[in-house]
């Protein structure tokens, strides 16, 4: 947003996770991002005052002085990510009373579900009647807001992107990948498959470990990059394997994950029930010209993979979808995909994402020089 506008924004930061190190239960890693994550931008860290912090419940985000340092700053809009946190509805109300314009941005979907509880439903509609804009992540996104009776007046696509700029197949990082294999010990003419992530039921890393046994596709490897509490029963089903044809890799930092995504011929992202709201990780593979498989309950499956095209779809439903969806992408020219994939991730960048923020703030009736 920095470098792509002429914004006047601050960034607050509502808990240090990824800044410091702090534990994630579903990797079983403690870890900070290796990356720079504050370069660039104004930001402040308010204060989290939650016995135990995190994104994973109610009240783990309770932020008591996130209000005086708003005041302090002024804002002429605030943009909120998110709704479910002690520190959002507060926000929400507090903006209400000060008349600030609020936008929101969540990636929220119906994949997998036909509809809302009547409960929800109506909770959600008294929720969003308190924002100006919603910026919507992709396609499904955009369809849940559509089915909550959000207007189009007040939809504006800002897609999920990642750092294009950190995903650039360099000489350098090529060659990361072949040392990469060959500490594998899988050759050239070898195809890998790659999953990265954490090794947990939702995203189905024992489904796809049984598909490929199941396969059985010659000369071919499967890797598994992450941890979790799936590993140890991954590794006992791995045990009848062929040897050389499934691997594990520890868990990767940020600087780690592109020579991991460049080592493989296919990026596989299985995830079945609501866990996917998008799958970043997709974005990330596709920068590095990588074909991707997902199932049909992944969030960003409509906006970024085209069956044939950029990769392969398959039902979560279907038993033997996952087992079929690797058999068509080991059979293709993946070569032939590469242009498709480039074109297609090109219209996912920050770029358009800062676009569609603009254009929300241009409908709220701020100029360009405002405060959000």
Request: hydrophobic content about 45%; charged content about 20%.
């Amino acid at each position: 947003m920095a470098q792509n506008s002429k914004l006047n924004f601050m960034v607050f930061y509502l808990w240090n996770a990824g800044v410091t190190a702090s534990h994630d239960q579903q990797f079983n890693t403690t870890f900070a991002w290796d990356v720079d994550l504050l370069a660039g931008y104004a930001y402040e860290f308010v204060p989290n005052t939650a016995v135990r912090p995190g994104t994973d419940r109610f009240g783990g985000l309770k932020n008591p002085t996130l209000h005086r340092q708003l005041n302090a700053w002024r804002p002429e809009a605030i943009l909120l990510f998110g709704y479910n946190y002690h520190t959002h509805v507060h926000l929400v109300f507090w903006s209400r009373f000060k008349r600030i314009p609020l936008l929101f941005r969540g990636d929220s979907h119906l994949l997998g579900r036909t509809k809302l509880s009547l409960a929800k439903k109506l909770s959600l509609h008294l929720l969003f009647r308190q924002f100006k804009a919603f910026l919507c992540t992709g396609v499904a996104n955009r369809a849940y807001f559509q089915n909550l009776g959000i207007p189009e007046s007040k939809l504006f696509m800002a897609p999920h992107s990642v750092n294009a700029a950190h995903f650039v197949p360099t000489s350098d990082l090529c060659a990361q990948a072949k040392d990469l294999r060959q500490s594998l010990g899988v050759d050239p003419e070898t195809r890998v498959i790659l999953f990265a992530g954490k090794f947990v039921p939702a995203k189905q890393p024992a489904e796809l470990l049984q598909a490929f046994l199941d396969l059985k596709p010659d000369r071919t490897a499967l890797v598994f990059v992450g941890d979790g509490e799936e590993k140890t029963r991954l590794q006992r089903m791995a045990a009848s394997a062929p040897s050389g044809t499934v691997h594990f890799l520890p868990f990767a930092n940020q600087s780690e994950m592109p020579a991991r995504y460049l080592m493989a011929d296919i990026f596989v992202l299985p995830s079945r029930g609501l866990y996917e709201t998008w799958g970043l990780a997709v974005n990330e593979a596709m920068h590095m010209g990588v074909p991707c498989i997902v199932s049909d309950r992944v969030g960003c499956q409509q906006d970024l993979v085209t069956e044939g095209e950029t990769g392969w779809t398959f039902a979560v439903n279907d038993p033997i979808g996952l087992h079929n969806a690797l058999e068509r992408g080991l059979a293709a020219d993946r070569a032939a995909l590469k242009p498709h994939i480039a074109r297609r991730i090109g219209q996912y960048t920050y770029k358009q994402t800062t676009e569609g923020l603009l254009a929300a703030l241009a409908a709220t009736r701020l100029g360009s020089h405002s405060n959000p």
